[in-house]
T-cell receptor, first 111, second 114 residues
């Protein structure tokens, strides 16, 4: 069964404490993996798209990487404003019009 | 500042009533998505339009949900009759192509059916 699993469900960090969020997927024919950020009461905001294993993308303190089975969102020296829910979604060959979304990781960064 | 606009932001209604949610996609975007988000299921795609034509609405309960794009600046999602299990946050998103590219989400409509 096609599935996207994010871990951990929740993560609490101290400001400056680097960590990684995981998105593992079991789909056939990956066409793209997306990372979004969602703040409370708002819609998801696009961060990155990764298309092939080995690809990496960076934006400020965030770096996304992709392997054949999972993606990591690395957060370096996080700040309180990085607190949000991070969502992962997968577009695969068997489902042209849909993304399979994970449930997200809720990140809290304490000052 | 281009953004997707959704109205209303909040809606409380009684079971059995009709609910209409509206979305104004970003000007120039030709794809529009309707999503539902709940704690248990996460984001679920309800319907997907390209150039105002419905391409996929397999995620919608057909007996009570309907989605339309009367024109390029307006998408609507209607629930009739509403049920308590429809309580969720409904998001509209628009994009330049299909699901293979980034989507821009609105702020959502929080629906509560009592």
């Amino acid at each position: 069964e096609d599935q996207v699993t994010q871990s951990p469900e929740a993560l609490r960090l101290q400001e400056g404490e680097s960590s990684s969020l995981n998105c593992s997927y079991t789909v056939s024919g990956l066409r793209g993996l997306f990372w979004y950020r969602q703040d409370p009461g708002k819609g998801p905001e696009f961060l990155f798209t990764l298309y092939s294993a080995g690809e990496e993308k960076e934006k400020e303190r965030l770096k996304a990487t992709l392997t054949k089975k999972e993606s990591f969102l690395h957060i370096t020296a996080p700040k309180p404003e990085d607190s949000a829910t991070y969502l992962c979604a997968v577009h695969h060959a068997g489902n042209n019009r849909k993304l399979i979304w994970g449930l997200g990781t809720s990140l809290a960064v304490n000052p | 500042d281009a953004r997707v606009t959704q109205t209303p932001r909040h809606k409380v209604t009684e079971m059995g009533q009709e609910v209409t949610m509206r979305c104004q996609p970003i000007l120039g975007h030709n794809t529009v998505f309707w999503y539902r988000q709940t704690m248990m299921q996460g984001l679920e795609l309800l319907a997907y339009f390209r150039n105002r034509a419905p391409l996929d609405d397999s995620g919608m309960p057909k007996d009570r949900f309907s989605a339309e794009m009367p024109d390029a600046t307006l998408a609507t999602l209607k629930i009739q009759p509403s049920e308590p299990r429809d309580s969720a946050v409904y998001f509209c998103a628009s994009g330049l192509r299909g699901v293979e590219t980034e989507a821009f989400f609105g702020q959502g409509t929080r629906l509560t059916v009592v």
